[in-house]
């Protein structure tokens, strides 16, 4: 198994953590939502916003929304790790 670079595992790890801790918001339009805190490096949440795996609007909120490509993301990453999803 090859071994992944300690910059990529944050990253990946980042998303894994967001998607295992999410919670079910509503959006203003009524629509649930998927959404993490945004206790992670600022640098990470970026660039996962910029890849569209999250959307965090404005950077003074605390909290991120979780794409469809997110969630699909975290369930491979969740494969990839081992780790079993919540039931």
């Known amino acids: 198994m090859d071994k992944t670079n300690p910059e ?19 959006g203003h339009l009524g629509s649930d939502l998927d959404m993490s805190w945004k206790g992670y490096d600022f640098d990470i949440i970026s660039e996962l916003d910029e890849e569209d795996y999250i959307r965090q609007g404005s ?29």
Request: hydrophobic share 40%.
């Open 59 to 87: 950077r003074r909120s605390k909290s991120v929304v979780i794409t469809d490509e997110g969630m699909k993301l975290s369930r491979e990453l969740l494969a990839k790790y081992n780790i079993l999803d919540w039931k």
């Open 8 to 26: 990529k595992a944050v990253k990946e790890l980042t998303m894994l953590l967001m998607y295992l801790t999410r919670f079910n918001g509503r």
